[in-house]
Structure formats: C-alpha cells, structure tokens
C-alpha cells in the first residue's frame, strides 16, 4: 500500500484532484451474510457509548421533568436528520478513503481551518469537558457528600486520570473502555427496567403523542427544545466526523486501504491524505453494495435504535419520577437529582448504585470524546497544513490529548458553573449544525459518482434537516431561545 498523493504546498489552494481511480476493495470472505454483517459492526458501539453520558443522562431528563413528553418530537427528528447526515459522511469515507475533515477541506482550506478551529477547539474542547468534568465533580460532592473540596479540583483529577490510561498504557485503556462499555449497558437496561416499572397505557399514548407532535413548542420550552435539538440522540455538529473518522478506523469500503491512526509510530506509514475516486466498474460495484450493508445495519440498524431508545428513556423516566416530584435536574446537581428513578424503587442503595453509573457513563465519555476529537483535529492539521506532515499523526495525536485537557481549565475556573458550560456548547452546537449538514450534503453531489450517492430521498430529509436547524439557529439569534 502506498502513501497517496499530497495535496498542493500552497494552503490557499483548493484541493480537486485525487490520487486515481481505484476498484472499491473486496469485502473480508463471509460479509456478504448475516452473521458476516454483524461480524463486522463496530462504530455504532462506539458512538452509542460515548453519546449516552451527553444529551440523554443530562438533557433529555431535564426536559422530562420540565415539560413531561412533549418535546419528544425533537429527539425523532434530530435521530432521522444526524443519521442521514452520518450516513452522507461515511459513503464519502468509503469510496474514497480520505478523513472526513477532507470534505470541508476541498469546499475551501480557509473554510476547513474556521470550522476545526470555532466547532472542535473553542466549542468542544473548552465547554463541554469542563462542563462534563463538573458535573462529574457535582456526584462526588453532592452525591457522595464528600465536602470541603473545590469541585474544580475534582473534575481536573477525574480527567487527569484519563490521560496516561490513553498515552501511556494502551491496554489498561483497552480495558477501562470495554469496562466503561459494560456499564454503559448496564445503565441503559437499568433505565429500561425503571421505564417499565412506571409504565402505563395512558402513559404510553402520551409518548406517542409527544413523538408526532411536530413543531409544538410549550410556553417557555424554546430552549428545551434547542437543548434536545443539540445533544439529544448523539452529539453535535462533529457527530458526522466521529463517525467518519471511526468508520475509517474499522476499515470498511475505501477506508479498508488506508492506514490506521491508533497507536502509530513515526516509522510507520501515515493514513492517506488525498484519496481515490472509485471505479464504477460492476465488481466495484459489487463489492460496495456489500460494504454498504454493513455500514447501513450498523448505522440504522444499531445506532439508530439504541441513541432514540437510550434518549426517550431518559426524558420518559423524567417525566413520570422526577416531574410529578417538582425535580428538576440543574447546577451542580445535573445528574445527582436523577438518583431518584432508583430510589424510587430501590431506596438509598438504588440511589448510590445510579450515581456510580452515572459517573461511569460520563467519564467512559469524556475518554471517548478526549480520543475521538483529538483524532479528527490531528488529520485537520495534517491536512490544513503541510509543514506539520513530517509529524507522525499519532504524536499529534498524543499532544492534542494534552492540550484537550489544558484547554477546559481556564474554562472551568472562568466559569465553574456545570450547566452554564454545557448550555453555551450546545448553543455553538445549534448554531453550526446547518453548516454541518450541508458539507456532506455537497461533498456527495460534488465528488462521489452517482451510482455510490444516496437515494434522493435521503437528499430531501438532508435538506429538511439543514432547513430545520437554520430555522432554531434563527431562534437563537433573534433571543427567542436562550439559556
């Protein structure tokens, strides 16, 4: 395998080419069957794990024991609107093998550098590790009553404990995140259990009618709604990247001849820069319906259910627990009021048992966002920037990790106030998330071949949801939704 082609020395210069036309890769023997499908799912679980300790543990809960039911709409739309935008991203991904970052790369250099810097460093990088981190932070002290110290100080050791388990120790971190994995699941079957206890007919319409009532918005709920819009089901605006990056990593279509990012020497051969366009011949074609298979069962597939499902369980046991109790999930105690769903049922014991997974479920987390959004700001550089090509992307890589944890300290001591750093990522988030949609939706016109695009379906429901979130951006701008 070779390097691919570099892109022009002159920043300024878009780049239009690619290194050639290349047949999409045959597919590993077995894929084409179901068990070779599930086989080779992977993203999906990824995502899953790091998505559930945002939106659905603090958002989705607040919004049930605010309003009940009735903005569930907003997690429906905003499950269908960022799994079609996954989806334009990963086609991109897997035929032509390049990092996502590529397609705001080849729209404009200039571009690419505004959207990394404002969406990955300023927004993502600052507010929301601080806030998670004080959250976090919120458990210890509230929760567990430990009292008398700074809760900045917590939420820096917290995160401190991540980064050796990511530098240093590659398989102590294997290990954490497989552990972290598991308790990710056994909070959701948890929450699902606790759904069931309060469940009732009446109790299941109103769900159902708060999924299909598009476009209500109670008085004073316009920015629940931006909230969910956000963070509920999945991230934000690099929802699409995470998972192209991830897709990339697990080596599906394209991606599958391309070097992986992990663990990397400076001996080793760099993932490509400038890809392929792929071949239409018919086993080319062939190959990428396989591909796509799986890429679609474990976006739609798994994904999607397990990010709606994972969201509404949240917002359901909110509204049923927490609101008929006059509780409401803010400040320090974002996450420590929801130890009432189990002591509900399960008492004092419950409630310490819901603690210990909520802090688990944000730390496994911020260990997957401090990895992910470090890989995709390290393959920006590297393609923003040619003099930064003689570093091995992993060494990158391991720097960014560093600077991902400085950063969020100023914001953390500015500010020290959990829910106030999440709020202003998220509004960043809402913000951007337009822009975020229509890259994709560009890239798959401009530089894909037809035969490898989306149905035109997916095209509209694209456009709606660029349409969709254009108009809340609006809301924030003229002051109708704010914090």
Request: proline share 6%; with cysteine; hydrophobic share 55%.
């Amino acid at each position: 395998m070779s390097q691919s082609a570099q892109p022009s020395q002159s920043y300024l210069k878009r780049p239009t080419e690619f290194t050639g036309v290349k047949s999409i890769p045959k597919p590993p023997i077995g894929a084409e069957t179901f068990r070779g499908v599930l086989a080779w799912l992977g993203p999906a679980y990824i995502m899953a794990a790091m998505e559930i300790g945002s939106g659905e543990l603090v958002f989705c809960a607040q919004a049930g024991a605010r309003v009940g039911m009735i903005l569930a709409w907003t997690i429906l739309l905003s499950a269908i609107f960022k799994v079609t935008n996954n989806e334009f991203a990963v086609r991109y991904v897997m035929a032509t093998g390049e990092s996502p970052i590529m397609m705001y790369q080849r729209i404009h250099p200039v571009f690419c550098t505004f959207y990394w810097i404002i969406q990955l460093i300023v927004r993502h990088w600052m507010f929301w590790p601080a806030g998670a981190a004080l959250t976090m932070a919120g458990i210890v002290i509230e929760g567990y009553g430990v009292k008398g110290v700074d809760p900045v100080i917590i939420g820096l050791a917290l995160y401190a404990i991540i980064l050796p388990l990511l530098l240093v120790a590659k398989r102590a971190y294997e290990v954490v995140e497989k552990a972290c994995l598991i308790m990710v699941i056994a909070m959701f079957i948890s929450m699902i259990i606790i759904g069931a206890l309060v469940t009732t007919p009446e109790r299941i319409a109103e769900t159902f009618i708060g999924l299909f009532s598009f476009g209500v918005l109670p008085a004073g709920a316009a920015d629940l709604a931006v909230r969910l819009l956000a963070w509920a089901f999945g991230g934000g605006p690099e929802e699409s990247l995470k998972y192209g990056i991830y897709v990339r990593e697990k080596g599906y279509g394209m991606a599958s001849e391309v070097a992986k990012v992990a663990r990397h020497s400076g001996r080793e051969e760099e993932p490509v820069l400038i890809g392929w366009r792929p071949s239409t011949d018919p086993e080319s074609l062939k190959n990428w319906r396989i591909w796509l298979r799986i890429a679609q069962t474990d976006l739609w597939a798994v994904y999607l259910p397990i990010g709606l499902l994972g969201s509404l369980i949240f917002m359901y046991a909110a509204s049923w627990i927490l609101r008929p109790a006059g509780l409401i999930p803010s400040g320090y105690k974002l996450a420590v009021v929801q130890a009432e769903f189990f002591r509900k049922f399960f008492g004092e014991f419950g409630a310490m048992v819901y603690l210990f997974l909520a802090m688990v479920v944000l730390w496994s987390t911020a260990v997957g966002n401090m990895d992910a959004y470090s890989r995709i700001v390290a393959s920006s550089i590297r393609v923003n920037f040619p003099w930064f090509r003689k570093m091995s992307e992993y060494r990158l890589w391991a720097s960014l990790v560093i600077i991902y944890f400085l950063l969020m300290i100023p914001a953390m001591v500015g500010i020290r106030q959990p829910e106030l750093l999440l709020l202003i990522d998220i509004y960043l988030s809402v913000v951007l998330m337009a822009l975020a949609f229509l890259v994709p939706f560009i890239a798959n016109i401009l530089w894909i071949p037809k035969e490898f695009r989306p149905h035109p379906i997916k095209f509209v429901i694209l456009a709606a949801g660029i349409a969709f979130y254009a108009y809340f951006a609006a809301l924030i701008f003229m002051g109708v939704a704010r914090p």
